[in-house]
């Protein structure tokens, strides 16, 4: 604090070294002022005390008084305004150094510098103007400075007695409760339990819905998907009777907190988080979120794989974007930071399936990003050359520990199962772990699993610029997945995205709508979306699209057309599945890579996939009482790969409830009712048979 007071006293002097001469001239008092009425109804200013006269104001402007402080009273003569006119050059020089423009709604840059009472900004800058005034109390301009205190002490004699009275025991009143909110405080504060420090700018009681509000106007750090800046916030203490523990308020200063070390050293890492957060992001995510925007939209809770990329969101929704203003200020901090690190900001990584990857190193971890444009059609035909251009646009920020600090507790993000925008908690982003061998347990035949793995991996890694006559055409990877229910279609997509290390955005024809203006614009939507997060994308019962036409359903065929058109310009990878195709459109047929058919298990396969489901509870420390020999009996039970999970599931649940391990009984009674129900569901659609 000595260091900063220091530094203002030199600023200070050099300023009143500069000061236009004549104030030596003044006379070293405070002007008393009364502004009543008088008995013609005319506002006259008069000394203090003093009846006012039928004449005109006996109070000279322009007099030499070092300050004037007068109080204007009603025609019923109530007081209802006081002002100070700082009239000394001296220490206008000094508040201009000291306060400047950081308090809200006065300037003290002003040739003429008039306070509206209640004080408070002379109030929270009285150290430092004693300061100043102790360093050269025996010039002109300490003598100045020692009657504005000493003004000003008078003026805050009660306030101070009870805010040092009140302070000992660590409370406030709501009357007195402006006092701790100074412009620049760090104050702390927390939402659905995450902790957030806000920086002080600004502080009024305001009436919101009836209510008294002690209202703190905060700047935080946020993001807009193109650089960090400083964003605002106002922070809400309602009013309340008495006394109250400063730490019981909704806001408080941070220096109050009984952790403040901790608490800073668990945002500042937080801070690190959300910067490595700038760009595209695949994370896990087990939570709650909110679906609207600020902090007051709705709660939707998250389990699951999630997209972190701001940038992408501002594109679709513009007006949830944060409004940022820039870190330019900070400058010289961030300067000086950037010097010291030996190594630049990006460095190039280079392309991933068409896609420019950059490095980014903020903190001594290493974040892969990409830093890519959307297409303007959804294509992503020119999304190489777009992610050139990128290269050379600016980086984002570094940012100093108290910007880190600063930073927001929510980022937005897109929720892959919901298929919702969503702000989503930093705290609660976690790095996924991808399932890599997932794909080798798929109980599929060898040259099936093979052929699959052959072809993504080749579309994955491949640098060919091999392309359709037409620039853009026939550049994706399309699958079809035909079988039975249960077989393991939707399994065989999900370990693509797994061992690939790919997002999975699942859909079916019913998202996509029956309209075909509204299909069209829900499908383009998508595939960009998949372009720019290099994901995986499930369609998954696309019977409506695979299907051949029909010269008499007009709709589906012109859902069929916009959706084979926009398939050929997809350059990602697609699995289409389905269980009842009965004939492919021909036009689909000429499309498809590959097309696999999935028979139903035969009893090895059972085998493989009961294995599968056991061994993975096994993993997850769960012990079993399942023998080998169970096997031969589990495998031997007509199931599909779905009944088989859900068998294995609710039998898990069961043997949980009993308090027993896993064992082949606990099975056979789920699976008893397994063959119940199938019987029923048989016997129930035999009249329906019979009828048609």
Avoid at 15 to 32: C, F, H, S, W, Y
Avoid at 353 to 373: I, L
């Amino acid at each position: 604090m000595s260091k900063m007071f220091k530094s203002i006293n030199r600023a200070v002097k050099k300023l009143t070294e500069e000061a236009p001469q004549g104030n030596d001239q003044m006379v070293i008092k405070v002007k008393r002022l009364d502004s009543r009425f008088n008995r013609r109804g005319h506002q006259v200013v008069v000394d203090s005390g003093t009846v006012p006269t039928i004449e005109a104001d006996n109070y000279d402007p322009n007099g030499a008084y070092v300050l004037v402080h007068c109080k204007y009273f009603n025609q019923l003569g109530l007081l209802h305004r006081q002002t100070l006119d700082i009239k000394s050059l001296m220490v206008k020089k000094v508040l201009k150094e000291v306060i400047g423009d950081s308090y809200p709604g006065i300037s003290f840059n002003t040739a003429n510098i008039v306070l509206e009472y209640p004080l408070r900004c002379l109030w929270h800058y009285r150290d430092e103007i004693r300061f100043v005034a102790k360093e050269d109390k025996k010039s002109e301009k300490g003598r100045h400075l020692k009657l504005l205190l000493d003004f000003l002490d008078a003026e805050f004699a009660k306030l101070d007695a009870d805010y040092n009275n009140y302070m000992e025991q660590g409370l406030t009143s709501f009357d007195i409760m402006w006092t701790l909110f100074k412009p620049g405080e760090l104050i702390y504060t927390s939402f659905d339990g995450h902790a957030r420090v806000f920086e002080t700018k600004g502080y009024k009681e305001q009436s919101i819905s009836s209510t008294i509000y002690g209202v703190i106007d905060g700047t935080y750090i946020d993001y807009n998907g193109e650089e960090f800046g400083y964003a605002q916030r106002y922070v809400l203490n309602p009013e309340f009777d008495g006394t109250r523990k400063i730490t019981d308020l909704d806001a408080f200063p941070l220096k109050f907190h009984s952790r403040e070390k901790e608490v800073r050293h668990d945002l500042i890492s937080r801070g690190r988080k959300f910067e490595s957060l700038a760009g595209i992001h695949c994370m896990d995510y087990n939570g709650p979120t909110i679906s609207g925007s600020g902090h007051w939209g709705s709660k939707l809770f998250v389990n699951g794989r999630v997209m972190v990329d701001v940038k992408t969101h501002v594109h679709y929704h513009p007006e949830k974007a944060v409004a940022v203003s820039s870190l330019q200020g900070d400058k010289d901090k961030i300067k000086e930071l950037t010097d010291n690190q030996n190594k630049p900001r990006y460095t190039t990584a280079g392309y991933h399936n068409g896609v420019y990857y950059e490095e980014v190193a903020s903190q001594g971890a290493n974040n892969v990003t990409m830093n890519v444009t959307l297409p303007t059609d959804g294509s992503g035909q020119d999304l190489k050359n777009k992610a050139k251009q990128n290269q050379k646009s600016k980086a984002v920020n570094v940012l100093t520990e108290e910007h880190l600090l600063l930073c927001s507790s929510l980022i937005y993000g897109f929720a892959l199962n919901e298929k919702q925008w969503v702000q989503l908690f930093v705290d609660l982003l976690q790095p996924v772990r991808w399932n890599t061998v997932s794909f080798d347990q798929l109980v599929l035949p060898k040259s099936q699993k093979q052929l699959v793995k052959a072809l993504v991996e080749s579309h994955q890694t491949s640098t060919s610029n091999f392309d359709d006559f037409i620039a853009g055409k026939g550049k994706g990877l399309i699958c079809c997945l035909h079988g039975s229910p249960g077989c393991g279609k939707t399994m065989t997509a999900e370990s693509v995205a797994e061992f690939t290390k790919s997002p999975l955005y699942t859909i079916s024809a019913g998202d996509l709508g029956a309209d075909p203006a509204e299909m069209e614009k829900a499908l383009s939507k998508i595939l960009r979306l998949c372009t720019i997060w290099n994901a995986v994308l499930l369609l998954d019962e696309a019977d409506v699209f695979l299907e051949e036409r029909s010269l008499h359903d007009l709709g589906r065929n012109a859902l069929v057309s916009i959706f084979l058109r926009m398939l050929e310009y997809y350059s990602g990878i697609l699995f289409l599945t389905t269980n009842r195709v009965k004939t492919f459109d021909e036009a689909f047929q000429s499309r498809i890579h590959v097309a696999l058919r999935y028979r139903d298990l035969d009893k090895s396969a059972r085998e493989q996939v009961w294995r599968n489901f056991i061994e993975k509870i096994e993993s997850s420390g769960t012990t079993t009482a399942i023998k080998e020999a169970d096997y031969d009996f589990l495998g031997s039970v007509l199931l599909n790969g779905r009944q088989i999970k859900n068998a294995a599931r609710t039998a898990l649940s069961l043997a949980d409830n009993m308090g027993e391990k896993l064992s082949l009984e606990s099975v056979k009674s789920v699976l008893g009712i397994v063959e119940a129900f199938e019987r029923d569901f048989k016997e129930m659609k035999k009249p329906e048979d019979v009828h048609s």
